[in-house]
C-alpha cells in the first residue's frame, strides 16, 4: 500500500469514527480524557501584542458527559483547560472535579518523597 493509500484510509477511517461519535452524543467512549499538549515555544511579543498565554480546548459536542482536561506549557507557565458539556455535566460538578483535581496536584507538588 502506497503513502497516498495510508492517508486515504486513514481519513475514511477518522470519518467514520466522527460519524460514530456524533450518531450517539451521549455515549462517550471514556468518561476522562487528559491531553498533554507539552511546551508551546512561540514568541510572546508581536509588536503591539504581547501573548500572555495560550490555551487549547478541542471540540466537546461529540463527547457528551466527558471530564477533559489540556494541558499546555507557556513560558514555563503550566496552563490547564478543563472541558465539559452541559447539561451532561453541571457547573457545580465541574467545580467539585476541577477542585479535586487542582488539590490531588497541589499535594504531589508538596509530596515529599
Known amino acids: 500500500m502506497s ?22 452524543p451521549n455515549e462517550a467512549p471514556v468518561t476522562v480524557a487528559v491531553t498533554n499538549i507539552g511546551r508551546i515555544d512561540i514568541p510572546s511579543d508581536y509588536g503591539l501584542f504581547k501573548l500572555e ?4 480546548v478541542p471540540a466537546q459536542a461529540a463527547f457528551g458527559g466527558v471530564f477533559s482536561a489540556a494541558v499546555t506549557t507557556f513560558q514555563d507557565t503550566m496552563i490547564l483547560n478543563f472541558m465539559f458539556s452541559e447539561p451532561s455535566i453541571s457547573k457545580e460538578r465541574i467545580e467539585i472535579l476541577i477542585n ?11 509530596a515529599n518523597y
Do not use: G, W, Y
Open 53 to 56: 498565554e495560550i490555551s487549547f
Open 3 to 24: 503513502q497516498s493509500e495510508d492517508i486515504f484510509s486513514i481519513v475514511l477511517m477518522f470519518r467514520k469514527i466522527c460519524e460514530s461519535l456524533l450518531s450517539r
Open 100 to 110: 479535586n483535581t487542582i488539590s490531588c496536584i497541589v499535594d504531589a507538588c508538596n
